[in-house]
């Protein structure tokens, strides 16, 4: 497993701009798909982005398609997801997590994930 940390949560105004950051830990961190995960109060977890080891493959949830753009840095061991044109539905826990070898060749679902940070908060005030 690796160890993942999220930041860049916070507080803006429907129609702003979001970068959350993951930074993974552990020497395998370049051959595994990367995720974002969000989970609003009383809803289930659900997915939001994937990216593949290579950055060739990514899949996105329709609800984010055209908003949101997950992107890596294997040098960095960082994974980035941009959010721009926030709505208050975005508002919700956020959360990385880590695939290891997932050849991610069809949307992710969370089981195919074995390691998760431990979330940042992103509230977007209407």
């Known amino acids: 497993q690796v160890q993942l940390v999220e930041s860049g949560g916070g507080l803006v105004q429907a129609g702003g701009s979001l970068r959350l950051s993951c930074a993974a830990s552990?020497?395998?961190?370049?051959?595994?798909?990367m995720g974002w995960f969000r989970q609003a109060p009383g809803k289930e977890r659900e997915f939001v982005a994937a990216?593949?080891?290579?950055?060739?493959?990514?899949y996105y949830a329709d609800s984010v398609k055209g908003r949101f753009t997950i992107s890596r840095d294997n040098a960095k061991r960082t994974v980035y997801l941009q959010m721009n044109s926030l709505k208050s539905e975005d508002t919700a826990v956020y959360y990385c997590?880590?695939?290891?070898?997932?050849?991610?060749?069809?949307?992710?679902?969370?089981?195919?994930?074995?390691?998760w940070g431990q979330g940042t908060q992103v509230t977007v005030a209407s």
């Open positions: 997590a880590a695939a290891p070898g997932l050849l991610l060749l069809s949307r992710p679902v969370r089981t195919d994930f074995d390691s």
């Open positions: 552990g020497r395998t961190f370049s051959s595994h798909t």
């Open positions: 990216i593949s080891w290579s950055g060739h493959s990514i």
